[in-house]
C-alpha cells in the first residue's frame, strides 16, 4: 500500500511578533501552515542535535550564572529587578544580529568591544557625552573610529575644524545664567546637514523658554542619499531646573510631570516634540544624554518623573534602542567618585517610524574598553538600523 503524505507548507518569519501573528491566524483559519523563525531554519538546516536556546534554557541558566559572573563595572546591574529576563533578552538579540560575544573567566556573557559590521545601506547612529570637563581631542578620535552614519554628541569642548567624509553642525549650550557654556552640542553625519527644525510647543511659554536657552537642543534635517530626509534632534539636557515661573503665570500641570512640582528642560523638549512631530511628519531620531534614569533620584517620587520621562517619549511613538534591544535599561554613564558603580542609563537613543521598525542592534560601549582611556564619565550608545529592502 502506498501512502501519499500531504505537504505542509512553511513560512519564516522575521521575528517572535511576527510568528505569532502569523500562527495565531493560520490557527484561526484551520491552516496546515507551519510558522517558524530564522533561528529555527538554522537549525532545521543545521540538523543533528543543533537548535536554538529556548526562553526556559535562557532563563532557567541565568539565575544561578549571574551571581558568579565577573562583570567588572557592571557588577551593580546584576541585583537590579528583572535583570534575568533583561539578560536573556540582550544575549538572544546579540546572538541575531551576529555580535561577537567574549567569555569571562566565569560564564559567558555579553560585553560588547566593537560594533557589528554593516551590510550595503545599514545606518549606524551614535550618542556620545564627550565631558566638557575633559580634553575631548581624543574623544573625536575614537568617535571617527566607531564609523557613524550619525553621531549625535552633548558637551564637546573641542570640535575639529574639518572630518574629512563628514559634515557636522554644532551650537554652543546656554546655561542657566543666560550665557553659553563652554561646550557644545552637535551633529555629525556622513549625509547633508539641512536646514533647522524649530521645535515649537503650543503653549507660548514654552517656545520663550527654548528660545531663552538655545544650543541644549539641536534639531535638523539631515538627508542621506538611500534614507532621504532625516528629522534629527541632538539633546544636551540640563541638570538645573527650568525657571518656568519668569515665563508664565499659566496654569503649567499639562506640562510639569505628575506629582512633581519643578520642570526641567525635559519637559519642554516633550510638549516642543508632541506639536512638532505632527505637523512636520516624517521619521525621527531624538538621542544624547537626557539626565533620566529610573534609579537616580533620592526619593521614589523622582524615580518616578524620570521614568515618566521615559514613558511620555514612548507615548510620542518612539522606542528607545538600548531598552528595546537589550530588554531593559544598560548603564551608560559612572560618577567621577572613586566609590561609585556604573548604575544609570543617562543617555537615550530613541527611533521613530522607519527606524523604530528596521532596528537590528544597540548596546553599550564596553566600560572595560573607554573608562580606562579617561575620555568621558559617559560611555557611547551605538545602534544598527537595517535599511528597508
Known amino acids: 500500500m502506498t501512502v501519499k503524505l500531504e505537504q505542509r507548507p512553511t513560512v519564516v518569519a522575521h521575528g517572535r511578533l511576527a510568528m505569532r501573528e502569523l500562527r495565531l491566524n493560520s490557527a484561526r483559519a484551520l491552516s496546515r501552515l507551519q510558522v ?89 547612529v551614535v550618542t556620545w557625552n564627550l565631558n566638557n570637563r575633559r580634553d575631548n581631542q581624543k574623544a573625536w578620535d575614537q568617535l571617527i573610529a566607531l564609523d557613524p552614519d550619525l553621531a549625535l554628541i552633548s558637551e564637546a569642548n573641542f570640535v575639529p575644524e574639518d572630518i574629512p567624509g563628514f559634515s557636522f553642525y554644532c551650537e554652543p549650550a546656554m546655561g542657566h545664567k543666560r550665557s553659553p557654556r563652554n561646550f557644545r552640542t552637535c551633529i555629525l553625519t556622513k549625509g547633508e546637514i539641512g536646514p533647522p527644525i524649530e521645535l515649537a510647543a503650543r503653549q507660548t511659554w514654552v517656545n520663550e523658554g527654548l528660545t531663552t536657552f538655545p544650543g541644549n537642543f539641536v534639531a535638523r534635517k539631515v538627508s542621506f542619499k538611500a534614507w532621504g530626509d532625516v528629522n534629527v534632534v541632538s539633546v544636551h539636557m540640563p541638570s538645573w531646573y527650568f525657571p518656568y515661573k519668569e515665563f508664565t503665570s499659566e496654569d503649567v500641570t499639562e506640562v510639569m510631570l505628575p506629582g512633581y512640582d519643578k520642570i526641567s528642560m525635559s519637559e519642554l523638549l516633550w510638549a516642543a516634540l508632541k506639536e512638532t512631530m505632527p505637523c512636520l511628519g516624517g521619521d525621527w531620531i531624538v538621542g544624547g544624554d537626557f539626565n533620566t534614569s529610573e534609579f537616580i533620584g533620592s526619593t521614589k517620587r523622582q524615580n518616578g518623573a524620570n521614568c515618566e520621562v521615559i514613558e511620555r517619549m514612548k507615548r510620542l511613538g518612539f522606542v528607545e534602542a538600548i531598552r528595546h534591544m537589550c530588554g531593559g535599561p544598560v548603564p551608560s554613564w559612572k560618577s567621577s567618585q572613586r566609590t561609585a558603580i556604573l548604575k544609570h542609563q543617562l543617555d537615550h537613543l530613541y527611533l521613530s517610524g522607519t527606524f523604530r521598525n528596521h532596528l537590528k542592534s544597540a548596546h553599550v560601549g564596553d566600560p572595560k574598553c573607554y573608562f580606562p582611556m579617561g575620555l568621558s564619565d559617559h560611555l557611547p550608545l551605538i545602534a544598527e538600523i537595517e535599511f528597508p529592502e
Open 36 to 124: 517558524i523563525t530564522f533561528d529555527q531554519l538554522v537549525a532545521r538546516l543545521a540538523g543533528g542535535l543543533s537548535r536554538p536556546a529556548d526562553d526556559d534554557s535562557l532563563r532557567g541558566g541565568l539565575p544561578t550564572t549571574l551571581p558568579e559572573a565577573e562583570l567588572g563595572e557592571l557588577g551593580g546591574i546584576k541585583d537590579l529587578p528583572r535583570i534575568v529576563g533583561a539578560a536573556a533578552d540582550t544575549l538572544r538579540k546579540a546572538w541575531r544580529a551576529g555580535s561577537v560575544l567574549h567569555r569571562t573567566k566565569a560564564k559567558a556573557f555579553t560585553q560588547f568591544t566593537t560594533p557589528v559590521a554593516r551590510i550595503g545601506r545599514d545606518m549606524r
